[in-house]
T-cell receptor, first 113, second 111 residues
Framework: DVKVTQSSRYLVKRTGEKVFLECVQD?????MFWYRQDPGLGLRLIYF???????EKGDIPEGYSVSREKKERFSLILESASTNQTSMYLC????????????FGDGTRLSIL | GQNIDQPTEMTATEGAIVQINCTYQ??????LFWYQQHAGEAPTFLSY??LDGLEEKGRFSSFLSRSKGYSYLLLKELQMKDSASYLC????????????WGLGTSLAVNP
């Protein structure tokens, strides 16, 4: 089974802080994704990566950046956290460019105070 | 544009059958996924359809009609643990590796 692990289930940070969310997958998947999920807005793609050191913007990249230095790890960075970034953050991984399902981590519920 | 529509909420009774519909308008189509998401948890994969017809997997079945841009998820013999949100997502190979997600249908199963 694919295992996608996110570093924290719950995280509380203050406005203006730099925040790092980490995601690790153990199945050598090429593709990794960061989403946020908010009530009434569904899953929205922030960034994704299809290879080491490669990244592409999703639908809502503003205020975020990402890092993929190793194939198994994909980090989401909030450069200067703001209260509107309070959300559930979900990481996913995917094998190849195919009809395979994305596999999700357990999510990080981030609160910015 | 690209759009996926699902009902926001549904309720059903334990032991009954429920059908959750999904309609889509996308610039391309290479398959449709259904995911289940319990409150506070991550989405988990349920089914994938790329050809027209019904795919059955235990108590869950998923149907696709590409000409109508329509899919449904059928849940039989409902159990309380089926109370969850059900997400429909379309895969379009021309959209790189990104999925187009519906907002999800929140299903409440009552005793």
């Amino acid at each position: 089974d694919v295992k996608v692990t996110q570093s924290s289930r719950y995280l509380v940070k203050r406005t203006g802080e730099k925040v790092f969310l980490e995601c690790v997958q153990d199945m050598d998947h090429e593709n990794m994704f960061w989403y946020r999920q908010d009530p009434g807005l569904g899953l929205r793609l922030i960034y994704f990566s299809y290879d080491v050191k490669m990244k592409e913007k999703g639908d809502i990249p503003e205020g975020y950046s990402v890092s993929r230095e190793k194939k198994e790890r994909f980090s989401l960075i909030l450069e200067s956290a703001s209260t509107n970034q309070t959300s559930m953050y979900l990481c996913a991984s995917l094998l190849g460019v195919s009809n395979q399902p994305q596999h999700f981590g357990d999510g990080t519920r981030l609160s910015i105070l | 544009g690209q759009n996926i529509d699902q009902p926001t909420e549904m309720t059903a009774t334990e032991g009954a059958i429920v059908q959750i519909n999904c309609t889509y308008q996308t610039s391309g189509f290479n398959g449709l996924f259904w995911y289940q998401q319990h409150a506070g948890e991550a989405p988990t994969f349920l089914s994938y359809n790329v050809l027209d017809g019904l795919e059955e997997k235990g108590r869950f079945s998923s149907f696709l009609s590409r000409s109508k841009g329509y899919s449904y998820l059928l849940l039989k013999e409902l159990q309380m643990k089926d109370s969850a949100s059900y997400l429909c997502a379309v895969f379009n190979a021309g959209n790189n590796r990104k999925l187009i997600w519906g907002l999800g249908t929140s299903l409440a199963v009552n005793p």
